[in-house]
């Protein structure tokens, strides 16, 4: 049994145009001291699902189905008192954009104590002498001046290192960063990757780090699941999935992103049209009206049939969602000439 | 701070200097001849001059403003022209040093007037201002917290029809019901506390308080509803329930701070127009206070006490202005000034 | 992008592919424009410049908090930054937030007045402009932003947001201006019958389009993208990049391309300035930019990407770490404005600015250790050319043995870093 185990999770919102299916059907595991990337564009339900593993949707609104079983426990059938003190306390959260993320009246002191003290009964004292000890975990320099400062005073990168100190500050088993760079610098990105890696080993946590960048992942992450319209649509090992990626959306991911270090005859070869609506989600395969490889497979099956989530050709617990009989051969054929043909030649 | 505060007095005093300015060229632009109005209906053109004379309605409007404004400084004495004064002595009559004029028609100086109707006004703003306050925030939260259902609707339907209804029609009508038909309350007449003591003033400033406060409320019931839960969207309050804090300190410590924020401003405002005068409640109600004042001027033409009224109600503006925004700096650390 | 609010989520009316019937085969042919794959973009080296940007300087007041307010400071947000842009060409400009990229833009579309330098533009200089004079050179360039949610207005039409220009110009006669709109919605690859929608019913992606078609409406001799793709999804920026490619090659237009993805700025810019506090610190032609940098914060920066490739084969590149943050533009530091953070810094550093120094065919550096990573020299290379001793103070017996300028352009001879003397091609 894996540490973090998430079983056919579901989540639906109603509206009055009919039901919005975020997350449609997601499994994966997760041990301590590994990482998840997930990796989807905007809409594709990536941080729909990680809210729902913190209890975060509201029940007006939300339709939350599945199992979420951390260390053994449904986190989905505790009473939401419980999961509230789980929240913060074994599960904590980074988010995209730390400027938002902290409130802009309290000092970033109070802030991370504040996390400290719902849930270890301690003074304030102690929990603002805890909050300094973290903010020089970080890498805050002069942290118990620091301490002090309101959110605006702080540059991005230290807002971040903040926000990390305040989501570890209880010691969780697991840690659900989204976006945890996105709006940072490269420099100032590679310090918190940097900085996260270090803590992982420190703390021993399980990380969930969602992402649209394909470099973050490839640094950070173990295992890579990509999602697509609500969908887990590939999933596996970080290696494996970006040396031999066998869905033609992951494909589109890997070659409409230019790479600093890439061949220059490499080219840009987008994928076509807008991502899917989850009200009104295309029918068959999510992905087809995009797809470029859809005329290989025999039939209207893209059409007509969602594919199942089946083994790769090269087995090791890959999966991915396509109707493509022989994809390994396609991408070896036809898409990596294009997008980097020096890889080619080494193979 | 404290040489923001003393910049933005300045620039207030600045502001006021330039909208009295403008308020006497303004007036004088009026058609009717002060001077005429001010000696009455039966006054000979001899007595209309030497009304002219004796209010210093014969010099240039820019004179009578600087005028004006020395004797808010100083003190001025009427009347005005010195062989007038010389010749009757008797008649003489001071204007002490904050003199905002002489309203020939109720022969008394303006500041004294001001002085007999402002606690009224006062005390209805400072009541009214409690209840709409206190209402409107506590009724706004609630309907936040349980948007959608039926206690949120029923709370906007509330505020909707006391928003639409006018102030005279609620005002008369609980007049007529509460203390009339069925004899609740007295009919309210304004009591000083000196003379009813705390219980009397209040009993009768109540009914006029509740009429001004329903229609606040209503407007500030709708606006701490939206600025509530634009509040809870924020990514702030998301971080605040991924710490795992209840839902009190989420909703009063990180939702409610940052919602109540506007309202400050809204709030500052709108007490310190009330300050200057309820109009049509107390027009209403019967009290005397700067809203009946500034009716009473306006029906009589007492140029006079309409300019001192107007500067003061701007005086109440501009420093609730500053007032407003030095609050503002204490809520949020984002606007202090280095 | 969060996807927290995912029941606002859905495609535009009309736009979803199942909703198509019959055509579903050609669900993406409005793309089709699009979807030819394109390879880097190649030089203009030869071209002339449209563009000459000379010791650009750019300066924002700062003011005291006391009684009466007094100027105290400035914050240097471009300060002597110097480039050209040939005709049809495109200088990618990138650099970290703060560095001063963005308001260089806008001093070229002159959004805001230079506190100094020239900015040439097809052979006048119109930093002095006046804003009478300036509406003719709106036609000339023009400007992409970078949120495509923000920069159009949300109460008019497309039609009327991408045909305003012609009317504002009187171009065109109200009747023909649109016929036109419906061709540049074409040519951007959207369908020409939508110009009566509003912006909302767009995705991200097309309202990007539309704020190209908006901008190529009085067919500019030079365009200013900031930061055209970083608002929008993985799989869209590549459409956006190969539109803004194909409208390049199309209509001849110059680009002045700013963004923080130095990938990005590779593919599509021939030549490329990094920029670091207001100061551009190194400007080269593409190879020898991302595979020869010299200055250690061109190599900084490079090794802080993520590679998805070096990754997946096992492995990461070694990392340069940077430690700490920018300074701030009010009081940058003495010298050279990366010595706080650099691990090369030496005395000189502290007293002497290093000049923008030409050190091969097209490539200039501003370090007085310039060198390729690894092989940054002992001893400041400038010392010799500037008349100062190691340290950096000015040396009595040594001249200046060459005249360091801030031209814009490239000259025929360069300083070769390892022979230390004066080279030409």
New interface residues.
Partial sequence: MSFLSVRDLRVHFPTIDGVVKATDGLSFDLERGKTLGIVGESGSGKSVSTSAILGLHRRTNAIVSGEILLDGVDLLKISDEDMRRRRGRDVAMIFQDPLSAMHPYYRVGNQIAEAYRVHHDVSKKAARARAIEMLDRVGIPQPDRRVDDYPHQFSGGMRQRAMIAMALINNPSLLIADEPTTALDVTVQAQILDLLQDLQRDFDAAVMIITHDLGVVAEMAHDVLVMYGGRCVEYGSTKEILTHPEMPYTWGLLSSIPEVGADPEAKLLPIPGNPPSLLNPPSGCHFHPRCTHRDKVPGDLCWTVSPELTPGTRGDGHLKRCHLANPDVVYEREVLPEIAPDLVEER | MFAYVVRRLFIGVILLIVMSLVTFMLFFLMPQDPARVACGKNCSIAQIKQTEKALGYDKPALTQWVDFLQGVVVGREYPEDKTLREKAPELISDCAAPCLGYSRVNQVTVASEIKEAFPVSLSLAVLAFLMWIIGGVLFGVIAAVTKGTVIDRGIVALSLVFYAFPTFFIGLFLLKFIAIKWGLVDVPSYTTIAEGGIGGWLSNLFLPSLTLALFFMAGYVRMTRAFVLESMTEDYIRTARAKGLKRGPVLFKHTMRAALTPLVTMAGLDFAGLMGGAIITESVFNFNGLGKLVVDANVSYDLPTLIGLVVLLGAFVIVANIIVDVLYAVIDPRVRVA | ????Q??M????PG????SRGGE?LG??SQ?VE??R????AQAHFDAEPILEVRDLRMYFPVRS???I?RTVGNVQAVDGVSFQVPKGGSLGLVG??GCGKSTTGRLITRLYEPTGGSIEFDGRDISKTSSRGLKPLRREIQMIFQDPYTSLNPRHTVGAIVGAPLLIHGILPKDKVLPRVQELLEIVGLNPEHYNRYPHEF?G??RQRIGIARALTLQPKLLVADEPVSAL???????V??LLQEVQREFDIAFLFIA?D???V??FCPEVAVMYLGKIVEIAD??SL?DRPNHPYTQ???????????????G??E?I??E???PSPINPPSGCRFRTRCSLAQEICARVEPPLLQIGKRHKVACHFAGELGHHPERPVTASLLGVDDTGTPDPGASPSIEVGNDPGYADTWFDLQRKTMAGA
């Fill in positions: 992008m969060s996807d927290q995912l029941p989520v859905g495609g535009m736009d979803d592919p199942t579903r669900a993406a793309f699009t979807e794959p394109h390879s880097a908090a006391g009684i307010r970290e937030s995705s992606g097309q999804d993985v799989s869209i920026q590549a459409q990049i190969n923080h130095l990938a990005v590779r593919h593409r190879d991302y900084a920066l490079l090794s802080a990407v993520p590679d998805v490739r070096q990754a997946a084969v096992g990461r590149r990392r770490r940077l700490g943050d920018v």
